[in-house]
């Protein structure tokens, strides 16, 4: 059964550091990793996809990494501001019709 | 920008009542799925829809729970019985393809209240 989990469980850094949160998944058999971002009570936007052929994706100030060999992937956020606070999920697809296992997240504050 | 809607934002109901949770998916996505979150645990995957049909499922999803697309626009997901533990957000998300290159999309969340 695959397993997600995300280290540091929170975060807090001062704003401008650049900062890289962590996903390791169990099973390397993924289709694709995909990281979300979610603010309090609200729905989850999609922030990257890679897909399982895929070393890197990036998008304006964030890129994500992903070595399936290790079971791990990587989300650095450049040059953090305080709109970034907000928990960041990373999501594993095991295959069929997205089946999707997610780790707990991570809960960023960056602090003015 | 296209985005998943979802009805109602919060409900709250009286426990064996049954409820009904609304999703209108992007127009021209062909995949769509339900998952839940229970507050302060992970989001879980329930359900995926493709081609008018269930395609996987969860252990989550028993008996008590269906899902339907009854037209072109609307998925729904429905919980006959409710119970305290399904207490949670339930969140829609569809995809313009299926593994390996489908992106998800989520709506906001209908959070549900079982009292």
């Known amino acids: 059964k695959q397993e997600v989990t995300q280290i540091p469980a929170a975060l807090s850094v001062p704003e401008g550091e650049n900062l890289v949160l962590n996903c390791s998944f169990t099973d390397s058999a993924i289709y694709n990793l995909q990281w979300f971002r979610q603010d309090p009570g609200k729905g989850l936007t999609s922030l990257l996809l890679?897909?399982?052929?895929?070393r890197e994706q990036t998008s304006g100030r964030l890129n994500a990494s992903l070595d399936k060999s290790s079971g791990r992937s990587t989300l650095y956020i450049a040059a953090s501001q305080p709109g970034d606070s907000a928990t960041y999920l990373c999501a594993v697809d095991i295959g069929g019709y997205q089946k999707v296992t997610f780790g707990i997240g991570t809960k960023l504050q960056v602090i003015p | 920008e296209p985005e998943v809607t979802q009805t109602p934002s919060h409900q709250v109901t009286q426990m064996g009542q049954e409820v009904i949770l609304r999703c209108v998916p992007i127009s021209n996505h062909l995949y769509f799925y339900w998952y839940r979150q229970i507050l302060g645990q992970k989001v879980e995957f329930l359900v995926s829809f493709y081609n008018n049909e269930i395609s996987e499922k969860s252990e989550i999803f028993d008996d008590q729970f269906s899902v339907e697309r009854p037209d072109g626009s609307n998925f729904t997901l429905k919980i006959r019985s409710t119970k305290l533990e399904d207490s949670a957000m339930y969140f829609c998300?569809?995809?313009?393809?299926?593994?390996?290159?489908?992106?998800?999309?989520f709506g906001e969340g209908s959070r549900l209240t079982v009292l």
């Open positions: 998300a569809s995809s313009r393809q299926g593994a390996d290159t489908g992106e998800l999309f």
């Open positions: 890679i897909q399982s052929s895929q």
